[in-house]
């Protein structure tokens, strides 16, 4: 069964970047959709943002033209680099592969506050 790994959390000032990293355990990362989403205290997980195997890429509208997600597949490694962070993207950040099938890992604390 596929593991996830995630890190690259951390507290940044409102305006600062932060990009996450998500180690997959299994063979065959390099023909899986990718994902990463975020739950924030009281709410549910929402979907940030997903890539496929060859790169195309969609985003939530909250975070468009802020956030790139991509992926490395020798390295079985999906990334969000994540800009212009607000105080609206705290939240702990997790990876999951197709339809979130997989066991969800620890996650990864982003706080976003001056």
């Known amino acids: 069964q596929v593991q996830v790994v995630e890190s690259g959390g951390g507290l940044v000032q409102p305006g600062g970047s932060l990009t996450l990293s998500c180690a997959a355990s299994?063979?065959?990362?390099?023909?899986?959709?990718m994902a990463w989403y975020r739950q924030a205290p009281g709410k549910q997980r929402e979907l940030v943002a997903s890539?496929?195997?060859?790169?195309?890429?969609n985003y939530a509208d909250s975070v468009k033209g802020r956030f790139t997600i991509s992926r490395d597949n020798a390295k079985k490694t999906v990334y969000l680099q994540m800009v212009n962070l607000k105080p609206e993207d705290t939240a702990t950040y997790y990876c999951?592969?197709?339809?979130?099938?997989?066991?969800w890992g620890q996650g990864t604390q982003v706080t976003v506050s001056s």
């Open positions: 299994g063979s065959m990362f390099w023909s899986y959709n």
């Open positions: 890539i496929a195997p060859l790169g195309g890429a």
């Open positions: 999951n592969g197709p339809s979130a099938a997989w066991p």
